[in-house]
Every structure is written in C-alpha cells, then in structure tokens.
C-alpha cells in the first residue's frame, strides 16, 4: 500500500509545481480576479482527467500482464525524462509563464477545458497512472482507489496553494521556485528509478 500512496502523493506534487498551461491559467486568473474567485478552478482536475482515465484504463486493460510491465518500464524512463527536464528549467529566473490577463479563462469549465488540451495528463496516465493502477487493483480495490485518491488530494490541495500564493504574493521569489523545482525533479527521479525496478521484478506482486 505504501509504495503507492508515495507514488501518487510523490506524483502529484510534481506535477502541481511544473510549469504548464494550466499553471499559467491559474496564474492569470489569480493575478487578474483574485485568488477568491480562482480557487474553484484548483478543482478542473478532477473534470478533465476523468475521460482521460476511462480511456487509457480502457486501452491498458487490453494488454497481458507484460505489456504493462512494458508500460511500467517506459513510465520509470519518462518520469526520469520530466526530472531532467525539471532541473534545466531551474536556470530560468522563474519557473511560470507571466501571466496573460487577456486570454485568461474564467470559469472551471474553462479551466477544465485548458488541462484536457493538456498533453501532461494523457502521458501521466498512460505511463505512470495507468500502469500503477491497474497493478494496485490486482493487489486489491482498496489500493487503487488510494492511489487514485492520494494523487488527486495532492493535485487540488497543491494547485489551491499555488493559486492562494499567486493571488497574494503574485510570484513566488526566484529562490523559493528553484528550490521547489529542484524538489520536484528529485521525487521524480526517485519514482522513476523505483518504476523501472519494478518494471523488472515486481515488488509484493505490484
């Protein structure tokens, strides 16, 4: 069980602290309304990504156990692939796209619509989420479900702090984000390797 709530958690935390396009939304929307009115928006993960999930889920269960294995081992190399990525953008003075107030959606809806345009969460779920999901489940439901249930926590409860920071400090000071970049490409790195080793000798049946 453990494994996989580090898993999500680990996950998660990465991806609330990478810049991306719903990062830059979020960004817009805090510097332009204000984070009261950005908040709700923490939320579109949890309407964007359900098709995503259905999908891929869908597409995994039709592959033999090795084929997740596969699946498994090519998450670990793109999860090593973001953390690499992840500690080249720290040379960059900021780690988020400067706001564009003009463009900035308004609703949740929007918001939600921004992150299913995403390519992120297709990848996130196709080599990482999916992949794990389906070996938790065959472990138990229960250990799915918390996976699941971890990343998303994870993902809403971090993207409402990036908003309440955003919308109170602006910008986090350009040391405060190197430093959580840098954090989230050692997660990522660490998941990475763990998802290879796994990958090649399942640790308890995962």
């Known amino acids: 069980m453990l494994q996989y709530l580090v898993l999500g958690g680990g996950f998660a935390f990465a991806a609330v602290v990478q810049p991306g396009p719903l990062q830059a939304f979020l960004l817009s929307r805090a510097a332009a309304e204000g984070w009261k009115r950005t908040l709700p928006a923490a939320f579109s993960p949890l309407l964007s990504d359900g098709p995503i999930a259905v999908l891929v889920l869908l597409g995994l ?3 033999g156990a090795s084929g997740q294995q596969v699946l498994r081992a090519a998450g670990g190399l793109f999860l090593l692939y973001l953390a690499w990525a ?3 953008k720290m040379r960059a003075t900021t780690g988020v796209p400067e706001p564009t107030r ?3 959606p308004r609703t949740l809806l929007q918001a939600a619509t921004v992150n299913l345009l995403n390519p992120n969460p297709y990848l996130g779920w196709a080599f990482v989420l999916g992949p794990a999901a389906l070996a938790a489940w065959r472990q138990g439901a229960i250990r799915a479900v918390a996976l ?3 990343f998303y926590g994870v993902m809403v409860v971090g ?3 990036f908003i ?3 919308g109170t400090a602006h910008l986090l000071h350009a040391r405060a984000q190197r430093a959580l970049v840098f954090a989230s490409a ?3 790195a660490a998941l990475g390797a763990y998802q ?3 990958s090649v000798h399942p640790i308890g049946g995962a």
């Open 186 to 188: 050692v997660i990522l």
């Open 61 to 63: 269960g039709q592959l």
């Open 196 to 198: 290879l080793v796994v």
């Open 102 to 104: 003009d463009s900035a």
């Open 148 to 150: 699941i249930a971890v």
């Open 164 to 166: 309440l920071l955003a």
């Open 159 to 161: 993207l409402m702090g």
């Open 86 to 88: 992840a500690l080249r």
